[in-house]
């Protein structure tokens, strides 16, 4: 199945789910969803992934996602995504991913110190599962994995593709966190792109000389604990990582990589697409304006606007988004410029266009990537 369609997601996600609440079996059946059912997994694999789905289900207990279900499931999907993109999973990669965030999620400060200290206990018992040689490289990608105190996430990003000469797994497994991050941003009953063809709107809109509005047969979802502006947040994050890796040319002769590379480009460019779709059937609704938003992106992508950084005060208003919208170390005033952006539709609407063309670039121009992003941060282009 394809790695970025949203309803094969939502049902992993569900058959994920189910098999945590099952009798007896659920484990053995995880297993089986996580590793792709790959043939000629060894008793000692098979026993290792068992001990860690023992030690997540109770380290993580009822802790749940921003958007609601449990968070266990994240581990368990992106694990079951690498699974998909591999042609075989290897266990030290499946290790990795399953307990990717544990120096993140897993704090004495989120489980108390009782819990914390009967969680790290079966920690070390899973630890005597695994070969000592692989023991050691689990923890050492592990401690890479983990955000460092006042670290940026370009820093974090350049630091592990820093990595890469000695440790290549590490991208494959960011992308599969990446792409799960990506697809579980949706609470609605209704997804939008399953019913229309987004291009075929956006021909609608701009090409007969009447004009056809987008108006769905759907009534305004139920407003999601993750609005369209800090989803756009989310995206310009996955930019980010696209952009650096391909820069540093660090997807190249990995075929696993590549499949999920092109599946988080392809991820990005259908949630986009998304934005794009509900703010035109709830929001900016006038035809004329609708025109007018997208021969300017037309205009700004043209232009060379979507492959580098630009400068604020230009004479478009993408100028300077990304720097005015989302470099924002500190997360309250990072929200506070959210909650504005969210405020404005129309530029949420030019964001989310600009979005699609980034995304498709990345998924079909094996050269693109986007000047002005290192891991120092952003700069506009030429600065």
Request: hydrophobic content about 40%.
């Amino acid at each position: 199945m394809p790695l970025h369609d949203l309803t094969d997601f939502l049902r992993l996600s569900a058959s994920l789910h189910m098999q945590l609440t099952a009798q007896g079996v659920g484990r053995e059946n995880i297993v089986r969803i996580i590793t792709n059912r790959a043939p000629g997994l060894q008793p000692s694999e098979h026993e290792a992934l068992l001990h860690v789905l023992e030690y997540l289900d109770h380290a993580y207990g009822t802790q749940r996602r921003r958007v609601g279900p449990p968070a266990i499931l994240h581990p368990l999907r992106a694990t079951a995504l690498l699974g998909q993109a591999a042609d075989r999973p290897h266990l030290l990669d499946m290790l990795t991913e399953l307990l990717h965030d544990k120096y993140e999620d897993l704090t004495v400060e989120a489980l108390g110190p009782e819990r914390f200290v009967e969680a790290e206990a079966k920690f070390r018992d899973l630890l005597k599962d695994i070969d000592p040689t692989d023991e050691w490289y689990l923890m050492e990608r592990l401690e890479h994995l983990a955000i460092r105190e006042a670290e940026s996430y370009y820093g974090y990003i350049g630091r592990l593709l820093d990595r890469t000469a000695q440790t290549p797994e590490l991208v494959r497994v960011k992308l599969a966190d990446r792409l799960d991050n990506t697809l579980d941003m949706h609470i609605d009953v209704d997804d939008l792109l399953k019913d229309a063809d987004f291009f075929r709107v956006i021909f609608r809109v701009l090409f007969p000389p009447s004009g056809e509005g987008y108006r769905p047969d759907i009534e305004h979802p139920v407003k999601s604990p993750l609005d369209g502006a800090q989803r756009l947040y989310q995206l310009f994050k996955n930019a980010i990582l696209l952009s650096l890796i391909r820069e540093r040319d660090a997807a190249r002769g990995d075929a696993t990589t590549g499949r999920l590379f092109e599946a988080l480009a392809l991820a990005g460019m259908d949630e986009a697409q998304r934005i794009a779709l509900h703010i035109m059937a709830y929001h900016e609704t006038d035809l004329e304006r609708q025109r007018s938003i997208l021969m300017e992106v037309q205009g700004y992508a043209q232009d060379g606007g979507l492959t580098q950084i630009t400068s604020p005060g230009g004479r478009h208003l993408l100028d300077g988004f990304c720097m005015n919208q989302f470099n924002h170390p500190d997360s309250g005033a990072r929200d506070r410029h959210l909650e504005e952006l969210y405020r404005d539709k129309g530029l949420m609407l030019q964001a989310a266009l600009g979005f699609v063309v980034i995304f498709m670039n990345f998924a079909h121009s094996p050269d693109y990537w986007i000047r002005g992003i290192s891991d120092h941060g952003i700069t506009a282009a030429g600065k």
